[in-house]
């Protein structure tokens, strides 16, 4: 049975870092993407950054891109994402997510509407 769990979410001031992992069970992930996303209240669920299993090819949203990376480790079913020069407008709760596939363009896949496995969050708080 599929099982995805968050961790490494908290507080932290703008301009610091956290690292987010995602712990998958009862799966490949080499047959997978995993996406990161995030929720701020009263928004939308939007795609952060997905990855490939099988090839570690990568997407991230504007918003994000030359301050997330996100990377996998097959062996040890695992998917983190390093936020660096966090900001205010980046507190939201984050959930990594699950797509059984291969994928032309894991771009084009990084959106909630394709996905349908889904951790339980980890809240993420930039303030001072």
């Known amino acids: 049975q599929l099982q995805l769990v968050e961790s490494g979410g908290g507080l932290v001031q703008p301009g610091g870092s956290l690292r987010l992992s995602c712990a998958a069970s009862g799966i490949t992930l080499n047959y997978y993407a995993i996406g990161w996303f995030r929720q701020a209240p009263g928004k939308e669920r939007e795609g952060v950054s997905c990855?490939?299993?099988?090839?570690?090819?990568?997407y991230y949203a504007d918003s994000v891109k030359g301050r997330f990376t996100i990377s996998g480790d097959n062996a040890k079913n695992m998917v983190n994402l390093q936020m660096n020069s966090l900001k205010a407008e980046d507190t939201a709760v984050y959930y990594c997510?699950?797509?059984?596939?291969?994928?032309?363009?894991?771009?084009?896949?990084?959106?909630?509407?394709?996905?349908?496995?889904w951790g339980q969050g980890t809240q993420v708080t930039v303030s001072s």
């Open positions: 990855i490939s299993g099988r090839d570690g090819s990568t």
């Open positions: 997510a699950a797509l059984v596939g291969i994928f032309r363009s894991v771009g084009s896949i990084c959106s909630q509407r394709h996905f349908r496995s």
